[in-house]
Each structure stands twice: as structure tokens, then as C-alpha cells.
């Protein structure tokens, strides 16, 4: 039988050789250990800390920043709010809500007794 040397698998960040000693397997791919970092912070990554998001890996605060949800709520803070009056939801300019109800007084209330 003749000798078969054992495959040698390439890290996809840096294209180098990974032998089993220093391979951390992760989103179906062998990394090396220090070339298994997020892709925007550079932060060290672990199996339960990290994200996929084609074939690029990221830490779960950077995914979420990245590809998540935005708006207000969502973590961007009080910078995503706007200051939309409304006018393309049939709201005039110049009708501002207020804090007084929009109700008819009680019945008397715009009496004078004398």
C-alpha cells in the first residue's frame, strides 16, 4: 500500500497551512487559533462567541451591529431618532400633539354663576 501523506487544510483567513495541534474548527472551516478573530473588532472569537455571515466570522455584538435590526430599540441609542412630523402619514405641519385632552368639557363647565 503505498504512503499517503495526510491532507493539509488551509486557513481561510491567511491561506496558510493548518495542522491539527493549532486548528480551531468553526463554521465548517479550520482556523488557526490566531486568525480565528472577529472581522471588525479583531476580538478573539470561541465557538459559543461567534457568528457566520458569509464566510466572514464576528463576534455576536458586532454581528448584531452589522446585519441586526436598527432603529430605536434595537442598541444604536437616541441617535437613530428623527424628527419626522408626520406629513407623509396625512399629519399637518403645525399640529403638534399636545399634553391637553382633545375631548368636549363637562357639561356646566363653561357656566358663570354670578
Avoid at 468553526?26 to 458569509?54: I, V
Wanted: net charge positive; aromatic share 8%.
Amino acid at each position: 500500500m503505498p504512503f499517503k501523506p495526510p491532507e493539509v487544510v488551509k486557513c481561510p483567513k491567511c491561506n496558510q497551512n493548518v495542522y491539527a495541534a493549532e486548528e480551531v474548527p468553526a463554521a465548517g472551516k479550520k482556523w488557526h487559533k490566531m486568525c480565528f478573530k472577529c472581522g471588525l473588532c479583531k476580538k478573539m472569537l470561541e465557538a459559543m462567541t461567534m457568528t457566520e455571515h458569509e464566510g466572514n466570522v464576528y463576534c455576536k455584538q458586532c454581528y448584531g451591529r452589522k446585519f441586526g435590526p436598527k432603529g430605536y430599540g434595537f442598541g444604536q441609542g437616541a441617535g437613530t431618532l428623527g424628527m419626522d412630523t408626520g406629513e407623509h402619514l396625512g399629519n399637518k405641519s403645525g399640529s403638534e400633539m399636545t399634553n391637553k385632552p382633545n375631548y368636549a368639557p363637562p357639561p356646566g363647565a363653561n357656566r358663570h354663576d354670578e
